[in-house]
């Protein structure tokens, strides 16, 4: 058993090294199979879907990897307030900066999204519970209640987050204005306005 | 990006009855054999065209069709609510309705959820990162005249980008504490977090 599991953790990061280096489109079953230094069969027996399977069992592997990245990088923030800007600008910033997400967007959208999409929800509880932690202490305005408030922070953290629509979020300043007049106004009693 | 909200908008309200005959046909093609299996002659067969003017109509064929349709549907629900919309008259009512509205229609239409359910691949792209942002625009563009007469015109387009991206992530990952059937759980949404975060200051906030 414990055997399987590392060999299906070989065939993953094998995989994503492939995406790392030759991109989406050339990545195949052969060469990650190859880099693994197992056969094409062993990699079908783990994954019998193939290259869709692997491809998904990657995607939510580098998303758990991603979130422990964000959550080292902005360990030291110091308020609520200040949390909230980084996780945005930080999580923006390891966006942009990851290759081959990018790449994937740019040549199989399609098949990255679903996975991607499909592990949200895990994604969301994670934030959420996470939020509710931070927000206890914290000064809530009258009627919030804090798993409602954290739960649609994690949802609009993550909306700003892979899609920043009107707002210049490489800029702190604006970032800074984002979470404290929409973010938290409705939430903390210092925001509001 | 190429495409622009404007675009969008009118693209569905200059749109001739031969463009729309197509979209609904495409519509009902999709919600019958899924979007794999639909030809680009089916959808023409099925709106009585020939194939010529099919493609007259979608130069793009069958590759356009999935931004083209939902360009359209935006457009006509956006349409369909306006009545109901303008009928508000305080900023909470505003967005209590708007927010239920869109929520319905999105979770309640069926080629789009079978779609989602079925073939993610197809529409999943155009509701994530940067091809959002058109969705985002658009929807924005379509919901600031409404907004416009509650708030002053520096606070209506992150308004309206905020309710955006609140039905979106509510009608795209559903919650019992924002069910679009329960007017309620709208209303408290409202209250509790948008209206504090949409008005600039409290005067504006309408009373209970």
Known sequence: MAETADTRTRIIEAAHERLVADGVTRTTIESVAQHAGLSRATIYRHFPGGRDELGAAVVSWEVGRFFDQLRAETAGAAGFADWM???LTVGRRLLDEHEVLQDALEQEADQVLPPLV????????MLRDELAQRLEGEHLRPGVDRGEAADLLARLLLSFMGTAGSWQLDDPAEADRLVR???LAGVLVTYDR | MGVTARDW?????TADDLERTMVAAALR????WGFAKTTFDDIAREAGVSRATAYRVFPGGK???????????IGRLFHEAETEVAATDSLEDLLCTGIRLAMQMLTGHEVLQYMLQHEPEVVLPHFAFHRLDVVLAYAAELSSPHLARFLP?????????LVARVVLTFSFN?????????????RRLVQTYLLPAITPNAELRSPR
């Open chain 2, 9 to 13: 908008s009118e693209q569905y309200l």
């Open chain 2, 29 to 32: 093609c999709v919600a019958r």
């Open chain 1, 181 to 183: 007049e929409q973010l």
């Open chain 1, 85 to 87: 800007v980084r996780r």
């Open chain 1, 118 to 125: 499909s592990v949200m929800p895990i994604v969301l509880g």
């Open chain 2, 63 to 73: 590759d356009r069709l999935v931004a083209t349709v939902l360009h359209h549907e």
């Open chain 2, 174 to 186: 559903p919650s019992d504490r924002v069910d679009p059937n329960d007017p309620l759980s709208i």
């Open chain 2, 153 to 161: 015109e520096p606070a209506v387009r992150p308004a309206a980008e």
